[in-house]
């Protein structure tokens, strides 16, 4: 295989990047995720690199693999993208949309700690909460593609927190980065109404790292505290439905508190019925759906 353009199209960040046949990045661009104009954005990316023989887009939200479309992103305002036919008519070249945590377990068996794994999941908990999940050495796809959307596994059918998807009592409703400050807003307009903490002085709002930076505060504590038994119900569902040996888990929220991934091993078992699999953070960081890009260019192309 030839040198590949490997995007990772993410809710936050774009990262454009030349790879070549043995996984190894030539040449990287990255700038901030802008979802109106995300196609300009891609081919003024693709143009800065040398030649390359294809093009592999890992991209956060739902996706048709069949038709190569994005069919919405809530938190890019983007629907029914015809990306794949638009790539391949201008460049000539073959293009592949894969869900971008599909590429993330992917780069994790072709590059990470699941090179030994046939069955293995790779969590984000980033802007939202997205999965991706080998079985039995296969790749879980669905009949789009989106066989692992965890983040909208509903947690609290009684919920009155909106998810970005627009339904109700979704995991990502309560612990993604995105919504995470608006969960804690609510504890505090309600269970925590006139209580004394640092979170509810001049702010609305608190994002993760000021929820989690907070020393000594009781109600930020707890706050945690509920947050870490989200966290922990929506990996018992993933251990209970898919049965992995290995999650890894990514994703900026998750990478820069430690905290978070603490408090899910603390507590998965009390609502996992399977045998406990390893859960440990990624090796891959930031670049993780730049090689499963590439790797997704082999296992599907
Ligand atoms: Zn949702």
Redesign the pocket.
């Known amino acids: 295989m030839g040198n590949i353009i490997a995007i990772d199209a993410g809710a936050t960040n774009l990262r454009i990047a030349l790879i070549d046949g043995k996984g190894k990045i030539l040449s990287r661009l990255s700038s901030v995720t802008d979802g109106p104009n995300l196609l300009r954005q891609l081919y003024e990316g693709i143009d800065a690199h040398d030649a390359f023989e294809g093009i592999a887009v890992a991209f956060a939200g739902p996706i048709s693999r069949k038709t190569g479309a994005i069919l919405k992103s809530p938190n890019l305002g983007i629907q029914g993208l015809n990306l794949v036919g638009l790539l391949e008519k201008k460049y000539g070249k073959k293009a592949i949309l894969m869900n971008d945590c599909v590429a993330a377990v992917l780069a994790e068996k072709y590059y990470g700690a699941g090179k030994d794994c046939d069955n293995l999941a790779y969590v984000t908990i980033s802007t939202g909460i997205g999965c991706g999940v080998i079985i039995d050495g296969k790749v879980l796809l669905g009949k789009d593609g989106n066989a692992h959307e965890v983040?909208?596994m509903v947690i609290d059918q009684d919920s009155l927190l909106r998810?970005?998807?627009?339904?109700y009592g979704?995991w990502?409703?309560y612990c993604s980065g995105k919504n995470m400050p608006r969960y804690v807003g609510h504890l505090i307009k309600t269970e925590y109404a006139g209580e004394p903490s640092a979170l509810s002085i001049g702010r609305k709002k608190a994002p993760a790292e000021h929820l989690f930076a907070v020393k000594g505060d009781r109600v930020a504590s707890e706050i945690i505290g509920k947050i870490g038994m989200i966290n922990a119900t929506g990996f018992a569902n993933i251990i209970n439905v898919y049965d992995p040996e290995l999650i890894t888990v990514g994703g900026s929220v998750a990478l820069k508190n430690k905290r978070i991934l603490e408090d899910i091993k603390r507590n998965v078992h009390k609502y996992a019925i399977n045998r406990m699999p390893e859960i440990r953070l990624t090796s891959l960081g930031d670049d993780i759906c730049l090689y499963g890009a590439a790797a997704g260019f082999r296992y599907f192309g």
């Not at 998810?163 to 339904?167: E, H, I, M, P, V």
């Open positions: 983040g909208h998810c970005g998807c627009g339904s979704h990502e409703a």
